[in-house]
């Protein structure tokens, strides 16, 4: 463990000693009292989407546009010594290591440096002859046209002086990395080796290089105007964004501007600025003339990072009835020059009740661009290794998978010991198990059929940390009654800006038609939620202080007039009906404002600190139960029928959410059966970079997803909700894996289960 | 490179065009006409987020030149009315919205080819869930909104 490691571990070691002192979560009375949060609302954005209406950063057209085109290196590791670049028609220029601005170079996000930061790595790109990984950007072409900058980019060639790259997590030096996103790295509770287990799983699991692949590439158009930068961005932390530019081209933040209102799907791959943003501003500087740069297809696999590669060790102990008395969870993950862990092993550390635990997380280092998050980082392909692993010590004991994880439900979280704010687990595997029919599974493998097609049924549990981060919001009360929200988020599919539109209505006692929710300027207030399923909360935290101050603003107006509201005290008055109403009388806000003359009042919001997340567990869970055919010639997987059941807290919006939920299953789906970036480990290229190679799930891939919510609220969370944008994904890898494991008797430790696997 | 002199044809409106002659259709739409609702996804023919109508068949613009379709009429998302849409909206068929017009258009086209009699690869009797999952399987969606697509073109169906 390096020094920096060590000093975090002390101080993490410190805050959870503190924090049983620290205040709970603020209990929200619109986790009972609801009018339109809880309605299944159709998502506001929803027909701008379907027409074709709403604009996404590469359809931001400035006059003067010129297009950039991206050249990537064809080796890992060592120098380039010389570029050839042939003359072509309609080139403005092309911008390399000679001719590039000065960027500073600025710290790495999730590092200890810098964890806040937006910038994806710390390594110079384009400031140096250097070359770190394979695709890393050595050139990028301005021309006049999107076809004139792409034929340009095709005749360029480099000449290298290559070195020696480490490419496999085999045989690299593992190390314990400072923290694992929210995670200390290892974790001991109890005595794993002296543990008595009359039944023992101890197995290997790993996952592969994943990638995101939003339908959106990602695109930066940048445009100065003198020292003035303007940047439309695919960015999910577009204020993290700005922060970064202003830092590596030296300007005052004030003078940057960062716009992402619409991303075509994010899912992590958008969560930090990969190197092209910082080139596409550098060669707007350099053309003097905005500049476009979209990714192709190709590029998102070299250019942005995809999800760790994993190998979990899971080794199980448990007594004759199934009751676990030891849990080992070794995690190995790989980053580059900059550290990067992701938490493979939270779900182990936190599903199951278990005297005895001993769970590390683990990296190597490796040439290769950044790893990023992805749906469920770290928690998705670790419950792969303990979902599979618990199924196995089923089997094993002769006990039927879901009473195995009823009778290891813990009342209290393993890992740290706390109380949980509120886990409603237990009621997701009965409620699921019920639906799905679980009842009707024959207890061994290889025994349903229907002609050629063995058929399987498995299930897994899903968790997932629920955060409440950062954010800064606007609320703006016109004279008409109707309100205008303003943040810094944008909206990338989750249904943000609808699902804040109900809460705001709600706080304020408004028809959900006088709201509206605007998103996507880095300049409204400081935010940073640039992910982790934290949206809905942190927005809402921020849209209750702003209600709070609205009040304050308003009684202000009212005092010494001849309002009912004038002199009563702000913390018997309640926003309701249109209004704001006390003991003595209430008043529409149309009223208030006439009365003052006021066009409008404008207030601001800030999410509150999330003591209750440190304080106590706060979690969200999910039970998946499903059911696979195999075809026994070929080995071919079709899932068939799906029953998903997540606590999430309250449900802010039961359509919407529904569809966030079979999201992430069927992302799950593709992770569990195609996903697979096919790394040439001698030469650092990714072989599959398309999606005709790549395969996610397709229309044909896909059953009916069944979906359900207990829908009870965390007593302790604003709106009594918690975080379920990337629950779904969660443990769907396992159900797969235990289902085919039923159908065919075979056990598939490695993702994905493609055929080759399962035809002996 | 050459460049043409051509008149395009797009949602009943009639271009007059100079283009590079490498530009596709796609290109030709979001960068010429500023029909920026047909999305570009991968640029390879690979996930149909580009879909649009050549003379009525879906196509996925990207693999087209807009050279080619000089004499075709182009029919867009921004040409493709209301009862679509709006089961789509009313399913929740949608969450980013990205790939959202190529899914409208190919649904559009496909409920026109199975009228036609046009086969596909599950052959049913009639356009089953089954069927619909299979003749639009080239319409990717990485939110994974199909369950809801499925739900909004059974109902335009009827």
């Given amino acids: 463990m390096t020094l920096a490691a060590r000093g975090f571990a002390l101080a993490t070691k410190a805050l959870t000693r503190l924090a049983r002192l620290l205040p709970d979560g603020r209990p929200d009375h619109l986790a009972h009292h609801r009018t339109e949060l809880g309605r299944p609302v159709d998502r506001l954005d929803g027909p701008a989407k379907a027409a074709g209406a709403v604009r996404y950063t590469a359809e931001r057209h400035l006059p003067g546009l010129a297009h950039a085109v991206v050249v990537g290196s064809t080796i890992s590791r060592g120098h380039v010594t010389e570029i050839h670049i042939p003359e072509a028609p309609g080139v403005l220029l092309v911008m390399t290591h000679h001719n590039a601005p000065a960027m500073k170079r600025t710290p790495a996000y999730a590092s200890i440096q810098g964890p806040l930061g937006a910038a994806a790595m710390s390594l110079p790109v384009l400031n140096t002859d250097e070359i770190f990984w394979y695709g890393q950007p050595i050139a990028v072409v301005v021309a006049e046209s999107p076809e004139q900058a792409g034929y340009a980019a095709s005749l360029i060639r480099a000449d290298y002086r290559e070195l020696p790259a480490a490419l496999s997590m085999a045989g690299r030096k593992p190390f314990t990395p400072a923290h694992a996103v929210l995670e200390e790295p290892v974790v001991r509770r109890g005595n794993t080796r002296t543990a008595q287990a009359a039944i023992r799983v101890d197995a290997e699991y790993t996952t592969p290089l994943e990638y995101h692949n939003a339908m959106e590439p990602h695109a930066t158009v940048a445009h100065w105007e003198g020292d003035r930068l303007t940047v439309h961005d695919t960015s999910q932390y577009p204020y993290g964004v700005k922060e970064m530019l202003a830092r590596k081209f030296s300007v005052p933040e004030g003078k940057v501007r960062v716009l992402a209102p619409f991303i075509g799907g994010g899912f992590g791959g958008k969560t930090c600025a990969w190197p092209h943003v910082s080139l596409a501003v550098a060669a707007a500087r350099l053309a003097g003339r905005p500049v476009k740069l979209v990714l192709s297809r190709a590029d998102t696999f070299t250019m942005t990072g995809g999800r760790a590669p994993t190998r979990s060790r899971l080794s199980l102990g448990a007594d004759a009835t199934g009751r676990l008395t030891a849990l080992e969870h070794h995690a190995l993950s790989s980053c580059s020059a900059d550290e990067f862990a992701e938490a493979a092993v939270l779900a182990s550390r936190h599903l199951y009740a278990c005297p005895n635990l001993h769970s590390a997380q683990q990296v190597v280092r490796l040439d290769r661009i950044q790893n990023a998050f992805l749906r469920g980082p770290g928690v998705a392909p670790g419950s792969f290794a303990v979902e599979s692993a618990m199924d196995e010590l089923a089997w094993r004991l002769g006990i039927d998978p879901l009473e195995l994880r009823l009778r290891n439900e813990p009342e209290r979280d393993p890992a740290g010991g706390g109380r949980f704010t509120s886990r409603h687990l237990r009621e997701a595997y009965t409620l699921g198990a019920d639906a799905f029919g679980w009842s009707r599974r024959p207890p061994a493998p290889r025994t349903l059929r229907e002609g050629r097609q063995l058929v399987g049924y498995g299930m897994a549990a899903a968790i997932n940390p629920d955060a409440v981060l950062i954010a800064g919001i606007k609320l703006r009360l016109s004279a008409d009654g109707t309100v205008t929200v303003r943040s810094s988020t944008n909206e990338l599919g989750a249904g943000t800006s609808t699902a804040q539109s109900q809460a705001t209505a709600d706080r304020l006692g408004l028809p959900l038609g006088r709201v509206r929710f605007e998103q996507g300027d880095s300049d409204v207030a400081r935010t940073r939620i640039p992910g982790a399923s934290a949206a809905t909360t942190t927005l809402a935290s921020a849209i209750w202080s702003a209600r709070d101050n609205l009040v304050r603003e308003l009684l202000t107006l009212v005092r010494g007039t001849g309002s009912p509201l004038a002199g009563q005290p702000f913390d018997e008055v309640e926003t309701r009906d249109g209004g704001l109403h006390g003991p003595g009388g209430g008043e529409s806000y149309e009223r208030i404002l006439a009365r003052a003359g006021r066009e409008s009042v404008e207030v601001e919001g800030r999410s509150a600190l999330p003591y209750q997340t440190v304080k106590r567990g706060t979690y969200s869970y999910g039970a998946h139960f499903c059911e696979v055919r195999v075809d026994e010639d070929t080995g071919e997987v079709r899932v068939t029928r799906w029953v998903g059941v997540f606590d999430g807290g309250r449900v802010v919006n039961p359509k919407q959410a529904a569809s966030q939920m079979r999201g992430g299953i069927v992302m799950g789906i593709g992770m569990a059966l195609t996903e697979e970036a096919l790394l040439d480990e001698r030469t650092g290229m990714i072989v599959n970079r398309g999606l005709a190679d790549y395969h996610v799930p397709t229309h044909a891939d896909v059953p009916d997803i069944d979906v359900r919510f207990i829908d009870r609220p965390d007593p302790q969370t604003p709106l009594g909700a918690k975080g379920i944008g990337e629950l779904g994904i969660v443990g769907v890898a396992a159900a797969v894996a235990n289902a085919v494991h039923h159908a065919t008797g075979i056990r598939v430790r490695s993702l994905p289960i493609t055929p080759d696997k399962l035809v002996i | ?158």
Avoid at chain 2, 21 to 27: K, P, Q
């Fill in chain 2, 1 to 158: 490179m050459p460049s043409i002199q051509m008149r395009l044809s797009v949602n009943g409106h009639r271009h007059e065009l100079e283009l590079d002659i490498r530009v596709s259709l796609l290109d030709c739409l979001r960068e010429h006409l500023a029909l920026t609702g047909t999305k570009k996804g991968c640029d390879q023919g690979a996930c149909g987020a580009c879909t649009v109508l050549l003379d009525g068949e879906r196509v996925n613009s990207c693999l087209v030149l807009a050279a080619q379709c000089a004499d075709a009429e182009i029919t867009t998302i921004e040409g493709i009315g209301g009862a679509m849409r709006e089961a789509f909206v009313r399913h929740d068929a949608l969450q980013c919205g990205y790939c959202t017009p190529g899914q409208i258009c190919s649904a559009v086209a496909m409920l026109a080819e199975y009228e036609a009699g046009v086969p596909s690869a599950v052959g049913a009797p009639s356009l089953t869930d089954a069927e619909i999952r299979e003749r639009l399987a080239g319409n990717l969606c990485r939110c994974g909104a199909y369950n809801g697509i499925v739900a909004a073109v059974r109902e335009v169906a009827g």
